[in-house]
């Protein structure tokens, strides 16, 4: 896992048209190889126009069992406001990883 807590995981794709989701199976895996299963895990995926942030938590009685959250899909350049909430998720994230 990255110093910082979170990965990012972006998907490369000469059209915009691949969707942001298409990155969901390497980001999980990028989270199932945290070295710390106590603390939450957060990634960040995009494909350049849409953004989605994925979280791994494991349950506090048992590590073994572990939970993912997805928030909905942000589209940062369509409006100022879709931007300003990923920056405020992005400042909780920073606050708590």
């Not at 995981?9 to 048209?17: L, Y």
């Not at 298409?22 to 995926?45: D, I, K, V, W």
Request: hydrophobic share 45%.
């Amino acid at each position: 896992m990255p110093k910082d807590g979170l990965w990012v995981a972006i998907v490369e794709s000469k059209k915009t048209a691949l969707s942001v989701w298409s990155a969901l199976p390497q980001t999980l895996a990028y989270l199932r190889a945290n070295p710390h299963p106590e603390r939450p895990g957060f990634a960040l995926m995009t494909n350049g126009d849409d953004l989605v942030f994925v979280k791994l938590a494991a349950h506090t009685s048992t590590l073994a069992s572990l939970e993912y959250g997805f928030s909905r899909v942000f589209s940062p350049f369509t409006s100022t406001q879709e931007l300003e909430q990923a920056v405020r998720i992005l400042k909780r994230i920073a606050a708590i990883a």
